[in-house]
């Protein structure tokens, strides 16, 4: 099929059709209305393995900033150590958690790093930066992104989720909505696909996703949307869809190492956000390409920021510390920004030392305020990074403000 070009008055994209489908609870609850309802009107999304679409010359030339500003983020980052990709990928799942209420303290998800579940929501976060990291890599060493891929990453994202691990890494066998009753679709704000479409519907949005013919924002904001839309999962799929967005930029080439915190500058935006995803689904692509090309300037030029400043930190800490050069103390130092969270068997494999030396340097280091020790405990202790913790919150930070600054 050929491209969908937009004219004055006429759609330019094809808008989800609605089809009516028998449902009925499978388990009675609710009002009188949610146990008698009959009836659901899903949303079917069009097939766009081959369609293509021309965004205005603004949007296009919007599109080819964000390019160059994310290769230049990325090469930066690539130059520095193995922690500045973590980082930019911790900051880019804790705000796409954060979209679906999803919220935990910076020092709580440091404890979650440690292997702490006392907290839910960061065990979360925790789990949506591994889901994330997985599909990525997967995407930049083989060139695609496939089914597989989806379900191994949701997998990794609910496994340990007490109320969804039933069905971690499997596509929905049952209708979902949004909004609306918890009973049943009735009210919904959205009524995805039925069930048996998904599987059809996503290996034709995996195909449009693996081709190299489409401008690289407008193929991420599209396959995200369609994603959205589609709604394979019964739980994670905001956080699988944005995943999405960066897996594309790296099976483009356009990042090589990092990750962009995209997120923060669409939870800056949060309803707007949602507002662009019913705007594709109604038949217009352009606020969700708007938005999605905001989002990676936005992350990208806050991220050079913290690069920077991630930079001078192993400076300022030797300096707090008095660490002399080659010392325990010095070396564990050079591995703080790789892993800012350690245990002390962490700290005695980092610098390969015995146990006595590594917690005398974890000691000198807490009382000098570089790590602080997160557990509370007397045995299997954790500490972390101060500075690296709290720059993973200022980047969230500014990247949102800047996002609010940007034109819309």
């Known amino acids: 099929m050929s491209g969908i070009v937009s004219g004055r008055g006429a759609p330019i994209w094809p808008a989800h059709t609605i089809e009516a489908r028998d449902w009925r609870q499978s388990i009675r609850g609710g009002s009188r209305e949610d146990r008698m309802l009959r009836s659901v009107a899903a949303s079917i999304p069009p097939r766009i393995a081959h369609l293509s679409h021309v965004p205005s010359p603004a949007v296009t030339a919007a599109a080819e900033r964000a390019l160059v500003e994310v290769a230049t983020t990325d090469a930066e980052a690539r130059a520095q150590s193995r922690a500045l990709g973590r980082f930019m990928l911790r900051t880019e799942s804790v705000a796409s958690s954060k979209i679906e209420r999803i919220s935990a303290s910076a020092s709580d998800y440091a ?30 060493e083989t060139g695609r992104i496939t089914l597989d891929d989806l379900l191994a990453a949701h997998r990794t994202l609910m496994a340990e989720d007490a109320g969804e691990a039933a069905w971690a890494g499997r596509l929905r066998d049952m209708q979902n909505w949004i909004g609306g009753s918890d009973h049943s679709p009735r009210n919904a704000l959205y009524v995805p696909p039925p069930p048996d479409l998904v599987a059809p519907l996503l290996d034709d949005l995996l195909a449009f996703a693996g ?16 994603f959205e839309s589609i709604h394979p999962f019964t739980d994670g799929n905001g956080r699988i869809g944005r995943a999405l967005v960066s897996a594309i930029l790296r099976r483009r080439d356009v990042t090589k190492t990092a990750i962009m915190p995209l997120a923060s500058g669409l939870l800056a935006v949060r309803d707007d956000y949602f507002a662009s995803l019913t705007a594709y689904r109604e038949g217009d692509p352009t606020a969700v390409i708007e938005i999605m090309v905001r989002a990676a300037v936005a992350a990208a030029v806050e991220s050079r920021s913290s690069i920077d400043a991630l930079r001078e930190l192993p400076a300022e800490w030797r300096s707090l510390a008095e660490a002399t050069p080659g010392s325990a103390t010095d070396r564990l130092i050079g591995a703080l920004l790789d892993d800012p969270v350690m245990s002390g068997e962490d700290a005695v494999a980092a610098i390969g030392s015995t146990p006595a030396t590594a917690y005398a340097a974890l000691d000198r280091l807490t009382e000098a305020g570089v790590v602080t020790e997160i557990t509370g405990r007397k045995r299997d202790r954790v500490w972390a990074a101060n500075d690296v913790i709290g720059e993973l919150d200022d980047l969230d930070g500014r990247i949102q403000r800047r996002m609010l600054e940007t034109p819309g």
Do not use: E, K
């Open 211 to 226: 081709r190299d013919d489409v401008p690289v924002f407008v193929q991420a904001a599209i396959t995200h949307a369609q």
């Open 111 to 140: 404890r979650a790093l440690a292997g702490s579940r006392a907290n839910t929501s960061a065990t979360s976060m925790v789990a949506a930066s591994a889901a994330l990291h997985r599909l990525v890599d997967r995407a930049g």
